[in-house]
């Protein structure tokens, strides 16, 4: 089955600085890789995400790269805030299911 | 993005007993998922919600530990049976369509069990 690997398990940056998470998959059939942020106490949300058809996707700040032949992808935040800080999950499409990595940590220093 | 609603956000409960949590979903949603989520781990998928028939369970969930419902496209529930501290957790309901992937989260509900 699908095994999804994040890293790094925590990121601390100063504001205004970017910040980036990676992820890989093993599955070479997963079409989907969604991102979500998690903040202490609620539920996880849905950010961005982008289909195998696609390299890059970009919303205002975040934005999400995908290579599918060395299957990984990567969320960037550009211009990081203090409400940027919470817990980035991302995922890959298996079999209609949502396979999660491991959770990235990201604190914005003020 | 889908709307959903889980009960109860939280509750404590004695080893032994067993915690139903309900999870209503918008219309747009077809399909209907169940994680745990252990405090400060990622999420684990329990199983796969199927309107009017069994659900589907991933490896280390069983049916009789977690008895789940789904009687219409947007009503589901899942039973915790025979609760111990090692099942306090929260649990996550998600909802998404098989037309563009996309799942939404409820809010959780947060079990103790002492």
């Known amino acids: ?110 | 993005s889908a709307v959903i609603s889980q009960k109860p956000s939280r509750d404590i409960c004695q080893r032994g007993t067993s915690l139903t949590i309900q999870c209503q979903v918008d219309s747009q949603v077809t399909m209907m998922f169940w994680y745990r989520q252990q405090p400060g781990q990622s999420l684990t998928l329990i199983a796969t919600a199927n309107q009017g028939s069994e659900a589907t369970y991933e490896s280390g969930f069983v049916i009789d530990k977690f008895p789940i419902s789904r009687p219409n496209l947007t009503f589901s529930t899942l039973t915790v049976s025979n609760l111990s501290p090692e099942d306090s957790s929260i649990y996550l309901c998600s909802g998404g369509t098989a037309r563009n992937n996309e799942q939404f989260f409820g809010p959780g509900t947060r079990l103790t069990v002492l």
Do not use: M
């Not at chain 1, 949300?45 to 289909?51: A, F, H, S, T």
């Not at chain 1, 934005?63 to 990081?80: Q, R, Y």
């Open chain 1, 1 to 110: 089955g699908e095994n999804v690997e994040q890293h790094p398990s925590t990121l601390s940056v100063q504001e205004g600085d970017s910040a980036v998470i990676k992820c890989t998959y093993s599955d070479s059939a997963s079409n989907y890789f969604p991102w979500y942020k998690q903040e202490l106490g609620k539920r996880p949300q849905l950010i961005i995400d982008i289909r195998s058809n696609v390299g890059e996707k970009k919303d205002q700040r975040i934005a999400v790269t995908l290579n599918k032949t060395a299957k990984h992808f990567s969320l960037h935040i550009t211009e990081t805030q203090p409400e940027d800080s919470a817990v980035y999950f991302c995922a890959a499409i298996s079999f209609q299911k949502l396979v999660f990595g491991t959770g990235t940590r990201l604190l914005v220093s003020p």
